[in-house]
T-cell receptor, first 113, second 111 residues
Framework: DAGITQSPRHKVTETGTPVTLRCHQT?????MYWYRQDPGHGLRLIHY???????DKGEVSDGYSVSRSKTEDFLLTLESATSSQTSVYFC????????????FGPGTRLTVL | EDQVTQSPEALRLQEGESSSLNCSYT??????LFWYRQDPGKGPEFLFT???AGEEKEKERLKATLTKKESFLHITAPKPEDSATYLC????????????FGKGTKLTVNP
C-alpha cells in the first residue's frame, strides 16, 4: 500500500464549527489531492497541490481551503462546516515519475449535524 | 468539459459468468485513462492505466481495453472476491494531473 494516512478517520461535528482534515504521506510525492465522494456524484476534486505552498482549486472548492507547508502533509479546512459538507473525504498522491497514477488514502467520514 | 460515463450502474453475475463494464469519455486530448477498484469503506485501489487506442492491460481475471471513445473492463470467470465498485477516470493533456471520475459500476458476484 502507498504510504498515505488520513486523520481523523471519522468525525462528527456541528454546523458552523471549523474542521481540519489531515493527509500525511511517506512517499515524497509531489502531487497531493483532496476529493469528496457522495452517492450519485462519484469522486469530485476539491483542491490539489503541486508542491509545497503551491495549491489550486478543483471542481467543488467553495467552502474549503487547503495548506501544504511540508511535502508530506496536506491539510483540508472547512472554515464553517455545513450539512452539505457531510461526505467521505479522500486524499490522493501522485508522482511525476512514471505514469502519474494517483494512489488513495483510506478516507475520512465526516458528518455535519 | 471533460466527462466520464460508466455503465451499467450495477451488475450482478454468477461466479464464472464473464462480462464487461463500459466507460465512455469525452476529453480534450486524452493523456491517460485509469481504472480503480473500490471496496466498501475503503479508498480506491489502482488497477490500470491506458494511454492510447488499441492498448490492453491484464491483471488476473481483469483485462482493460481502450478505444478513442471508450474503455472496457472485461472480467473473465469472476469470483465472489471480485465484488466491488469499479471506477474509471480520465486525465486530460495540459499538465495539471487532475482526474475526472465516472460514478462507478457496482459489481456483485454471487457464488
Amino acid at each position: 500500500d502507498a504510504g498515505i494516512t488520513q486523520s481523523p478517520r471519522h468525525k462528527v461535528t456541528e454546523t458552523g464549527t471549523p474542521v481540519t482534515l489531515r493527509c500525511h504521506q511517506t512517499e515524497n510525492h509531489r502531487y497531493m489531492y483532496w476529493y469528496r465522494q457522495d452517492p450519485g456524484h462519484g469522486l469530485r476534486l476539491i483542491h490539489y497541490s503541486y508542491g509545497v505552498k503551491d495549491t489550486d482549486k478543483g471542481e467543488v472548492s467553495d467552502g474549503y481551503s487547503v495548506s501544504r507547508s511540508k511535502t508530506e502533509d496536506f491539510l483540508l479546512t472547512l472554515e464553517s462546516a455545513t450539512s452539505s459538507q457531510t461526505s467521505v473525504y479522500f486524499c490522493a498522491i501522485a508522482s511525476t515519475i512514471g505514469y502519474n497514477e494517483q494512489f488513495f488514502g483510506p478516507g475520512t467520514r465526516l458528518t455535519v449535524l | 468539459e471533460d466527462q466520464v460515463t460508466q455503465s451499467p450502474e450495477a451488475l450482478r453475475l454468477q461466479e464464472g459468468e464473464s462480462s464487461s463494464l463500459n466507460c465512455s469519455y469525452t476529453v480534450s486530448g486524452l493523456r491517460g485513462l485509469f481504472w480503480y477498484r473500490q471496496d466498501p469503506g475503503k479508498g480506491p485501489e489502482f488497477l490500470f492505466t491506458l494511454y492510447s487506442a488499441g492498448e490492453e492491460k491484464e491483471k488476473e481475471r481483469l483485462k482493460a481495453t481502450l478505444t478513442k471513445k471508450e474503455s472496457f473492463l472485461h472480467i473473465t470467470a469472476p469470483k465472489p472476491e471480485d465484488s466491488a465498485t469499479y471506477l474509471c477516470a480520465v486525465q486530460a493533456q495540459g499538465g495539471s494531473e487532475k482526474l475526472v471520475f465516472g460514478k462507478g459500476t457496482k459489481l456483485t458476484v454471487n457464488p
